[in-house]
């Protein structure tokens, strides 16, 4: 307390007033003194993220031929990326990954984690065990499940015939166009159901039991607990993981670059950036599709935080 | 908002700082000391007991006032050129030699990377192999001495097919009548999307006779003629009639001496490097049941091959430029280095070693096949002119495009490169 009013009278220059305004004062010179505190976070924020995106979006304002400059071009690059079918495919694959993983994550995930939620014998084990696909690296997973569905050795295609469905031993999961996608999908679902859950099962545990109690007092069946109590109250978390996921998979690049090099439409825009910033170097458009990724992923986010933002903020202020 | 603007002046000076110290830092690091020199190079032979790091050692013990060390760079080539860029667009000193592969010479040498090695050219030229030595030229100069090279060969399985096939028909015809006697895929090779694709599709064009560019390179000759078409249908016909094996259009190298080595196929393309593999009793199921052959053409006459390899350049960046250029042209010429890597079944580019070797199995088949095999055009946007090609040619052979409109897409784009 001492320190806070030292700094607030050397900080302000106003002669002191009454009570009233030496409360006001001490108030503004606190503030003050947060945005010091809060300064260097702010500085590595924006060395860290905003440097880069500014750095992005002038790069994309430049023709380059190979990797040497040629001069300034305006919007020429953007024209370049948004006339290409290439960039179309991609947004096109991005967003149907999006849609159907965090769909099934979200489905998968709600049903662990409301399993998890339970007491019963073996629920310690059953939650270690269903973090395993998660804790796996990434690109290890993609590789796994790349010799999964790959045509030899053919694990996937293994199962299939054990179980009775003729005609599957040579089946092209990865090589044809109406497969590829789905198998990504699949892969992504298996990796990341166990974090959504993860993440659902942190929301019910801080649902209170006496509100189930007391919703079975009145009378209402499991089904109608769930759907009245449980989701309502897990509004906040099930938003978070939604937004994470979302976010997350706009921006996918491993899974499909592992399992199929982004053949057969399952090329995604950041697979798309990559290829003009390394593989056939183009930095100008390179950078304006990276710059074109940012904007759809910021934009997204913002549609998420905007609509759910008040639920959040009660939901945090509730838990 | 206000936030903002009352905490820029700090923002401004300590980034600008860190800056600063982050700059400082970066001329500490990196580039070699006096008279030592870095060979960056990537491959398993790269690695501890591989066969370049015997030829490192052998230089520094020769030339102890230029010992060489070499930087382990990643196994893929894609990788490979992403870690040599980073250091060459930063005009970093940190490497002395590079390990390029042939078809980045153009691209390196337009970028400004490479001293030219035009005053050493005649010492070179008379030993190397014609085709090494054309891939380490662009634009009429010599930027590169030739080191490895590598061409493709037919494996055919000698318990099943007698005698290996010279055209490309008869072989599918013996491929799909044994393939079902035995229950096993006729013809394995590289067929996913990437630049293993590009050098098997290469091999079919040439061997129906035809040439990408005219031989100054001023000319689009690719959908001249009908190799461009006879070589893409029969691909098309291949991936439908069962030619192809299950899971073609997802296999690499590995995959298919994966397969051919379990018994799971007829005839395969590969790389040299497959033999001991597959003759290694213990790991291979067709160990002593195989043999190789030159690639077919669609004549029936000669063979050929796309050339891969490397060649060894030295940075434009590099401090001790006189230093690098003698262990390059020492790589390129000396007997012993060409022999070491020969007894690793790493094809050599000096031309005498083949005549020594002529009882080896692979060297003589490589003395045999190397003169015909051909570079890709080491161009400076060969990578884009390859990219172009897969996704052109990959679904033309997989049935979801047609095949005229990717040859006309490719030749076009072939035609719009060289007016840049």
Redesign the interface.
């Known amino acids: 307390m001492a320190t806070d009013t030292n700094t607030g009278s050397t900080l302000s220059t106003s002669p002191a007033g009454g009570d009233g305004q030496k409360a006001k004062r001490k108030q503004m010179s606190d503030r003050r003194l947060a945005k010091v505190f809060m300064a260097p976070s702010m500085l590595t924020m924006a060395i860290v993220a905003l440097f880069p995106v500014i750095y992005a979006a002038i790069l994309s304002l430049y023709l380059y031929s190979g990797r040497e400059q040629i001069g300034f071009g305006g919007l020429q690059n953007f024209e370049t990326a948004l006339t290409n079918p290439r960039f179309w495919s991609a947004i096109w694959f991005t967003f149907f990954f999006t849609i159907t993983s965090v769909a099934g994550e979200f489905l998968i995930g709600l049903g662990f984690a409301l399993l998890m939620n339970q007491a019963f014998v073996g629920r310690g084990v059953t939650r270690a065990v269903i973090l395993v696909p998660w804790v796996i690296p990434t690109v290890i997973a993609a590789q796994m499940w790349f010799f999964m569905f790959n045509v030899t050795p053919g694990f996937v295609n293994s199962v299939f015939m054990a179980i009775g469905f003729d005609g599957f031993e040579n089946f092209n999961w990865l090589g044809q166009a109406s497969t590829a996608p789905w198998a990504v999908v699949f892969a992504d679902v298996w990796k990341t159901a166990p974090f959504v859950a993860l993440l659902l099962l942190a929301g019910l545990q801080t649902i209170p039991g006496e509100v189930y109690e007391s919703g079975r007092v009145d009378g209402a069946n499991a089904f109608q607990r769930f759907w009245n109590i449980t989701l309502p109250l897990l509004k906040p978390a099930i938003l978070v993981a939604l937004l994470f996921r979302t976010v997350d998979a706009l921006r996918v690049f491993d899974l499909p670059q592992v399992m199929t090099q982004g053949a057969f439409g399952t090329e995604s825009v950041s697979i798309l950036v990559q290829r003009f910033i390394i593989q056939t170097p183009d930095p100008g458009l390179g950078s304006a599709l990276s710059t074109l990724t940012f904007i759809i992923v910021l934009s997204v986010g913002l549609i998420f935080v905007s609509l759910l933002g008040k639920d959040l903020v009660i939901g945090s202020e509730e838990g | 908002m206000r936030?903002?603007s009352?905490?820029a002046r700090?923002?401004v000076s300590?980034?600008a700082f860190?800056l600063v110290a982050s700059a400082c830092a970066g001329v500490g690091g990196g580039g070699a000391e006096e008279g030592e020199l870095v060979w960056a190079l990537g491959g398993s032979e790269a690695q501890p007991g591989g066969v370049h790091q015997d030829v490192a050692a052998l230089w520094s013990e020769q030339n102890p006032d230029t010992p060489i060390t070499i930087d382990v760079l990643p196994e893929s080539a894609?990788e490979q050129r992403?870690q040599q860029?980073l250091e060459l667009?930063a005009e970093g000193a940190g490497f002395d030699v590079l390990g390029l592969d042939v078809i980045w010479t153009g691209?390196y040498s337009?970028?400004g990377w490479l001293e030219s090695l035009e005053d050493i050219r005649g010492e070179i030229e008379d030993v190397s192999l014609d085709a090494a030595f054309e891939s380490a030229q662009w634009g009429g100069e010599l930027w590169a001495a030739p080191y490895n090279s590598n061409a493709g060969f037919l494996y055919y399985r000698t318990d099943l097919v007698d005698e290996p096939p010279t055209t490309w028909e008869e072989l599918k015809e013996i491929g799909l009548q044994v393939g079902e006697e035995e229950g096993i895929a006729p013809f394995v090779a590289q067929g996913?999307?990437?630049e293993g694709l590009v050098v098997n599709y290469l091999e079919y064009f040439w061997g129906a006779g035809g040439d990408l560019l005219s031989e100054d390179e001023s000319e689009v000759l690719f959908a001249e003629g009908d190799a461009a078409m006879t070589a893409l249908e029969f691909m098309v016909e291949s991936n439908q009639d069962g030619f192809f094996?299950?899971?073609?259009?997802?296999m690499m190298e590995e995959?298919a001496r994966?397969?051919f080595q379990s018994g799971?196929a007829v005839f395969m393309r590969n790389w040299p490097y497959v033999y001991d593999l597959a003759n290694n009793e213990e790991e291979s199921a067709v160990a002593g049941d195989f043999d190789i052959a030159p690639l077919p053409t669609f004549t029936g006459e000669g063979t050929t091959s796309a050339l891969g390899g490397y060649n060894n350049a030295v940075s434009a960046f590099s401090e001790n430029t006189e230093a690098a250029k003698e262990f390059v042209l020492w790589a390129a010429t000396d007997p012993e280095v060409h022999r070491m890597m020969a007894e690793a079944a790493l094809p050599p580019t000096l031309e005498a070693t083949y005549d020594e070797l002529a009882d080896d199995p692979v060297m003589s088949l490589l003395g045999e096949v190397l003169p015909e095999s051909r570079p890709r055009p080491p161009a400076?946007?060969y990578?884009?002119i390859s990219?172009e090609m897969q996704?052109n040619i990959?679904p033309a052979y997989?049935g979801?495009q047609d095949p005229q409109a990717a040859i006309d897409a490719i030749r076009d784009y072939l035609e719009g490169t060289l007016d840049?």
């Open positions: 936030a903002s009352k905490i700090p923002t300590i980034a860190a894609d992403q860029s667009n691209e337009d970028n996913a999307q990437y094996a299950p899971g073609f259009n997802t995959e994966n397969e799971n400076p946007n990578n884009s990219v996704q990959f997989n979801d840049n």
